[in-house]
T-cell receptor, first 116, second 112 residues
Framework: KAGVTQTPRYLIKTRGQQVTLSCSPISGHRSVSWYQQTPGQGLQFLFEYFSETQRNKGNFPGRFSGRQFSNSRSEMNVSTLELGDSALYLC???????????????FGPGTRLLVL | DAKTTQPPSMDCAEGRAANLPCNHSTISGNEYVYWYRQIHSQGPQYIIHGLKNNETNEMASLIITEDRKSSTLILPHATLRDTAVYYCIVRSWGEGYSTLTFGKGTMLLVSP
């Protein structure tokens, strides 16, 4: 079974621009979470989507948003980019409820965003 | 979720067992212990999880103390490819939300 895929893998933007990142979960997984990883703050939770609905949100400004489509694919958008948004953005999917691995998250390779 | 404490770094010789400790003294009854690792610049990789019984899979073994206040991840024959940051995470089941709270983890360096 294919793993979580994220596109693009690398991205360079300038301050003030906006960016959209894409995530395709493992087939059959309906929950998708997003994380931001920076050297200073480590791995931080952004938000989680399930069945096209945002179910949980981390402590990030409104410039960070996301959505999920009916096929469980998810996108996150960052508007008005700032230098501090440079980070590795990770997407993770989770199996359906029921079973030993229901709470296990499987991560993609990430999108590395550089804001200049 | 309960907090965890891990040593910032550890060394291990290739071929030897790597034993990574984790303290979770405030763990509650419905909280599981999860281990993930992150090889440089890649996404975190799930390793193993458990509630109170010791667990083993093809990657590692997880030993949880009887009082559940600490655990040890064991990589039985460490290889250079096991060099990574290892995260011990405690979280509840059935919350309906899948947030993982990552600490700083343990940087394991496997040397030839």
């Amino acid at each position: 079974k294919a793993g979580v895929t994220q596109t693009p893998r690398y991205l360079i933007k300038t301050r003030g621009q906006q960016v959209t990142l894409s995530c395709s979960p493992i087939s059959g997984h309906r929950s998708v979470s997003w994380y931001q990883q920076t050297p200073g703050q480590g791995l931080q939770f952004l938000f989680e989507y399930f069945s096209e609905t945002q179910r949980n949100k981390g402590n990030f400004p409104g410039r960070f948003s996301g959505r999920q489509f009916s096929n469980s694919r998810s996108e996150m958008n960052v508007s008005t980019l700032e230098l501090g948004d440079s980070a590795l953005y990770l997407c993770a999917s989770r199996p359906p409820i029921g079973g030993r691995y229901q709470e296990t998250q499987y991560f993609g390779p990430g999108t590395r965003l550089l804001v200049l | 979720d309960a907090k965890t404490t891990q040593p910032p770094s550890m060394d291990c010789a290739e071929g030897r067992a790597a034993n990574l400790p984790c303290n979770h003294s405030t763990i509650s009854g419905n909280e599981y212990v999860y281990w993930y690792r992150q090889i440089h610049s890649q996404g975190p990789q799930y390793i193993i999880h458990g509630l109170k019984n010791n667990e083993t899979n093809e990657m590692a073994s997880l030993i949880i103390t009887e009082d559940r206040k600490s655990s040890t991840l064991i990589l039985p024959h460490a290889t250079l490819r096991d060099t990574a940051v290892y995260y011990c995470i405690v979280r509840s089941w059935g919350e309906g939300y899948s947030t993982l709270t990552f600490g700083k983890g343990t940087m394991l360096l496997v040397s030839p």
